[in-house]
């Protein structure tokens, strides 16, 4: 071998043991040289323990065969060269991930590969925990609580996560591609724009703000945004961004503000009509209210007034009317009512609501209530197709109707102190809120019996008190500034928490208002609402929980809770009790299969509708699980949070006894009313022949005797039949006092002068709720005087009593016992001389009391004589 040879051998050599990778000599798939990095790599201590080895045995079979095969090619000229990167194991059998490249080359005269080996494990590492890493942070990014978004230079959406899409209603497909300010409303679109520029010139911008977009099915949400501008590595600049939906907060915020705006209009407004108008812009701020109006209650004459009124087609409408449409069935019922056209109908044709005025596309319209007293109705109206209240405008127009409803009433008081200070005093001591007047040194001088109760104190206690005694220690600093504002001549508004009698801290919403008398400050007029309640409202909330979870289990009904989809989430211990099944056994699984029979299609109906948002009643079987079956009344419901459907709670009770009962009852009352009134009709038929007979004196009285007895039976039966009738009769309606008693006249009138009895009957104008059956109640009475208490004139008059009507029947007669007067109106009560059933009264109390009203009778004293009955009645409003 020349010196030059031997020199490039030895620079190989050199270069070859000192490398960092692996490198080899292999023939046959068998080392013939290995260096010390590949000693090292593959974990052997010297080239004896690699000698002879085959290098694919330490390489994954797949990774083996595939190697082989390219070689194969190699050998035949068809591969010269390739990097591989597969795993290998080392021989102490340590698990690593190599680079492998090999090339075909002439050694001693021979084909051989060149191999050269890399340990890759640190970056294959490197590569896993950064692909975990990512699968992480996409994992976060999309089961955020918030949107998460990227666009381009150019507007356009390059990633939208789940939470954004649901957000907007639309699936990331729509999304990826569009312009990003499709979706602002238009007041928000060149705010955004001019933002997003900005940013992406580099300016500096908050990385926070709020703007509002438009969901796919039009509805607007408020977001707050958070966003960065990034460079991605091909040099695009992207604006990421994070969306939080703040709807709820900021409709929150908005209905808080119009409850203080409310209130302070109460000041800032010099006469009640303009603060009727301040109420109808704050309304409008918080939804359509184009169309608005307050109508206002007064119970003592029982009518209606308008002292405001806004609509786009009736100018004017007749107060007197609105007792019989929407408002006054809000006023009756106490309840809000939200009714699109259907609805509308319906109340229309079910309750008897009249029409007034233009028809209305959407009514919405809620009582304003002073103490759990109604005094008026607030209302909205859309004549505009597709343009609809919603249940969340009901919930904000009830909760900003019970300021409206303190603001009327303290607007009223401001009224009646210019009028009259008498008034004024009145008005101060019934309003809920508390009211002080301090003078200039802060010493209270005027307290209201409210303000005195809300803080536990006598009215006299409170006098010459200081404010800053009764404020809690930690606000009186607050109340020290707001008492320099005022100093200035500043009205201001604050809550401020103060200490009751007995150490109790309340928080007060305080108005206040500086006192001046000829330019000085004199002192200040603080108006001071509770809202501690307010504040407890989450306490009370768990209270509440435990409250009805001990009501569930302690509950004798039998009662279970499911999901939405009908499946058991619990039962109590009476549902256990009544058909076997525990908790346990149900939890999860369709109550339907273990409680309903194979062909029960109606009960499966009965699911079907509870779980579309239904409320059923109905009475059937139920499966035990013993096998046996059960009559059980069913009460299923649906459970809403937020207008949508998480659960059913269905109530089942034992009606074994009751049906038992009630076939008993029913054949009894058939065998009286058909067979035993069919037999007596037979008797008196046979009777009233036999008197045809020609019968001796004798004879004819004891035939006198039977029919009689027969015609007592009849009536019985037929009073035992009106009973029924009170029981299974509920249809109630509108009836004129005057119809009613004037017919009972007419039907008695000329019994009455055959025995000499004057019918002294003054006209009662009035409408009572009642049926068909009230006559019953005047014709018992009026008849009985006639037959029973000798009398000489009947008189009958009535009056209005507040909500009710009372009328007087009155004879002077010989009055009714004493032994029979507190037992007058039980069964089978009668006089001694009396030939009927002793029913008669007792159903003319069913009755009235069917009605909601009730009856009294006394016995007029010596020297007069006679019986008066005072029946009382409803009005119908």
Not at 32 to 40: K, P
Not at 519 to 524: A, N, P, Q, V
Not at 554 to 582: C, Q, W
Not at 681 to 707: C, M, P, R, S, W
Request: charged content about 35%; proline content about 2%.
């Amino acid at each position: 071998m020349s010196d030059g040879k031997k020199q490039d051998e030895e620079k190989y050599r050199l270069l070859a043991e000192h490398s960092q990778d692996g490198m080899f000599l292999a023939t046959g798939y068998k080392l013939v040289y290995a260096n010390n990095a590949l000693l090292r790599i593959l974990g052997a201590h010297s080239f004896e323990e690699l000698k002879e080895k085959n290098m694919l045995t330490l390489l994954e079979k797949e990774d083996a065969q595939r190697i082989k095969k390219d070689v194969r090619k190699a050998l035949k000229g068809e591969l010269l060269e390739r990097v591989y990167e597969v795993k290998a194991t080392r021989l102490d059998g340590v698990p690593i991930f190599i680079s492998l490249s090999m090339k075909k080359v002439e050694y001693a005269g021979k084909p051989h590969a060149l191999g050269v080996v890399r340990d890759i494990t640190a970056r294959k590492k490197t590569e896993e925990n950064l692909r975990k890493s990512e699968e992480l942070f996409r994992s976060v990014v999309e089961h955020s609580h918030g949107g998460v978004l990227i666009v381009d230079d150019a507007h356009r959406f390059v990633y939208a996560n789940d939470e954004f899409c649901r957000l907007l209603g639309y699936s990331p497909e729509e999304l990826i591609g569009r312009d990003f300010r499709e979706f602002l409303d238009e007041e928000s679109r060149e705010f955004v724009a001019d933002r997003y520029l900005r940013r992406q010139r580099g300016e500096e911008i908050p990385s926070r703000y709020e703007f509002t977009v438009v969901a796919k099915n039009g509805e607007k949400r408020h977001v707050e945004i958070s966003s960065a501008t990034i460079t991605d590595s091909e040099g695009n600049v992207r604006t990421v961004a994070q969306l939080l939906d703040i709807t709820e907060r900021k409709r929150a915020e908005k209905m808080q503000s119009s409850a203080y705006k409310i209130s302070e209009a109460v000041h800032s407004t010099q006469d009640f009509k303009e603060l009727l108008r301040s109420i109808h812009h704050i309304i409008d701020e918080l939804m359509p209210a184009k169309n608005f109006f307050i109508a206002l209650y007064d119970e003592d004459t029982e009518t209606f007034s308008l002292p405001y009124f806004v609509d786009e087609y009736d100018t004017s409408v007749d107060p007197s009317n609105l007792r019989y449409g929407m408002t006054g069935h809000v006023l009756q019922t106490g309840h809000s009512i939200l009714a699109d056209k259907k609805k509308i109908f319906e109340l229309r044709e079910k309750e008897g609501i009249k029409r007034i005025g233009h028809d209305a596309v959407c009514w919405l319209g809620v009582p304003l209530k002073i103490r759990d007293a109604t005094i008026g109705v607030l209302a909205v109206q859309s004549y505009t197709e597709g343009m609809s209240y919603t249940e969340r405008d009901r919930e904000m127009l009830e909760f900003v109707s019970r300021q409206v409803a303190l603001a009327i009433e303290r607007k009223r008081a401001e009224e009646a102190l210019r009028e009259s200070e008498e008034k004024y005093r009145m008005l101060v001591e019934t309003t809920e809120e508390g009211i002080s007047i301090d003078d200039e040194n802060e010493t209270i001088v005027f307290a209201n019996e409210a303000l005195a109760r809300l803080l536990g104190y006598e009215k006299e206690e409170l006098l010459g008190k200081r404010s800053f005694d009764i404020v809690y220690e930690e606000d009186l600093e607050k109340l020290k500034k707001e008492v320099g504002k005022r100093r200035k001549g500043k009205t201001s508004k604050y809550e401020l928490r103060c200490v009751t009698k007995n150490g109790r801290i309340k928080t007060f919403l305080v108005s206040a208002t500086p006192l001046y008398k000829e330019g000085k400050f004199i002192g200040s007029l603080s108006l001071m609402l509770d809202i501690t309640e307010r504040k407890t409202a989450e306490e009370e909330l768990r209270k509440q929980k435990s409250y009805f979870q001990a009501l569930f289990e302690g509950s004798p009904e039998a009662i279970v809770s499911m999901d939405e989809k009908h499946r058991v989430l619990d039962v109590n211990p009476a549902f256990t009790r009544l058909f076997g099944y525990t908790a346990d056994d149900l939890r999860g699984k369709d109550l339907d299969d273990f409680v309903l029979g194979e062909d029960d299609r109606m009960g499966r109906m009965y699911t079907s509708k509870v779980i579309n948002g239904e409320i059923v009643t109905a009475e059937g079987k139920r499966r035990r699980k013993d096998g046996s079956y059960v009559d059980v009344s069913i009460l299923g419901a649906p459970i809403f949070i937020e207008g949508k459907q998480v659960g059913i709670f269905t109530i089942y009770r034992d009606i074994t006894e009751k049906l038992k009962a009630e076939q008993e009852k029913e054949f009894y009352n058939s065998l009286l009313r058909h067979d035993i009134a069919n037999k007596i009709t037979v008797i008196h038929g046979n009777l009233e022949l036999l008197k045809e007979e020609g019968l001796e004196e004798a004879q004819e009285l004891f035939v006198n005797d039977a029919l009689k007895a027969a015609q007592s039976s009849s009536e019985l039966i037929d009073t035992i039949r009106k009973l029924r009738r009170i029981d299974t009769e509920q249809t109630m309606g509108a009836l004129k006092l005057d119809d009613i008693i004037s017919k009972v006249i007419r039907t008695l009138e000329q019994q009455a002068k055959n025995r000499g009895i004057a019918i002294d009957y003054v006209p009662i104008k009035g409408v009572i709720r009642a049926n068909s059956l009230i006559e019953n109640v005047f014709t018992n009475i009026i008849h009985n005087a006639i037959i029973h208490s000798h009398c000489t004139t009947i008189r009958i008059r009535g009056m209005r009593e507040g909500k009710q009507y009372k009328i007087i029947i009155e004879d002077d007669g010989e009055g009714i016992p004493q032994e029979l007067k507190d037992i007058l109106f039980e069964p089978r009560v009668k006089g001694k001389q009396s030939a009927g059933s002793g029913l008669g009264l007792y159903l003319v109390k069913k009755l009235v009391e069917s009605y909601g009203g009730n009856i009294e009778v006394e016995t007029k004293k010596k020297p007069m004589h006679g019986t008066i009955f005072h029946i009382y009645l409803p009005k119908f409003l």
